[in-house]
């Protein structure tokens, strides 16, 4: 067998070049697309948000807080988390 990438005489069974390390078969699994760069920004804001919420929760149970403010904070946590479930279902 010769290597498609730079011609050396190879065995038959071989599964890589030994003079410039090709492959000879094609790969079983694709590699992994890298991750979103936004992945990380989400990530970011979510960690901050969950913070910020934290220190509503923490007075939710007193009269300093509008019970708007208590179900927006509650509204926002089931989004977070449907979405969360949702993304990992795909």
Known sequence: MVCQNCGTEIADKAIVCFRCGQGTVA?????????????????IVALVLLALLALFLGR?????????????????CLVLLAWRVVRRRR
């Open 60 to 76: 939710a149970g007193t009269i300093d807080v509008p019970p708007a403010l208590r179900y927006a904070v509650m509204a926002i």
């Open 27 to 43: 790969p079983l699994r694709k590699p992994a697309a890298p991750p979103s760069p936004w992945r990380g920004v989400a990530a």
